[in-house]
C-alpha cells in the first residue's frame, strides 16, 4: 500500500504561481512513476504531469507544457508540481497518484494504482 498527501493549493491570481506537494509514505519502494492530474467541476479527470520515480523522466500535457515543472526528491518521497503563469482554465482540484504496476499508459488516469485527496487551486482572473 502507499499513502499520498497533497498539499499547496489555494488562491492565486491570473499570471501567479504555486507549488504543489505530494508526500508518498507506506510501499513507496513500489513506486515506478507519480503523475498529477487535475479535474474541474462538470469535466473529467485529466493528465497534467508525471515522472518516473527512478530515472526522472518527465511527461506533461501540451496545456501545461512550458509552464508547470513536475520534479521529485526521492530522499523524501515527495513529487512536486511548479505552476508558473497560471490561468483561470487551469482552475481545479489537483490529485496526485502513483503507478506501482509499471503502467505504459502514462497518460490514463485508469493506470494508476494509488490517489491523494486532491487539493484545491483556483486562479481568478
Known sequence: ???????????????????????????????????????????????????????????????????FTISRDNAKNTVYLQMNSLKPEDTAVYYCAADVSRTTYVRRSDEYDYWGQGTQVTVSS
Request: one cysteine or more; charged letters at 20%; a positive charge.
Open 1 to 67: 500500500q502507499v499513502q499520498l498527501v497533497e498539499s499547496g493549493g489555494g488562491l492565486v491570481q491570473a499570471g501567479g504561481s504555486l507549488r504543489l506537494s505530494c508526500a508518498a509514505s507506506g510501499r513507496t519502494s513500489s513506486i515506478a512513476r507519480m503523475g498529477w492530474f487535475r479535474q474541474a467541476p462538470g469535466k473529467e479527470r485529466e493528465f497534467v504531469a508525471a515522472i518516473s520515480w527512478s530515472g526522472g523522466i518527465t511527461y506533461y500535457a501540451d496545456s501545461v507544457k512550458g509552464r
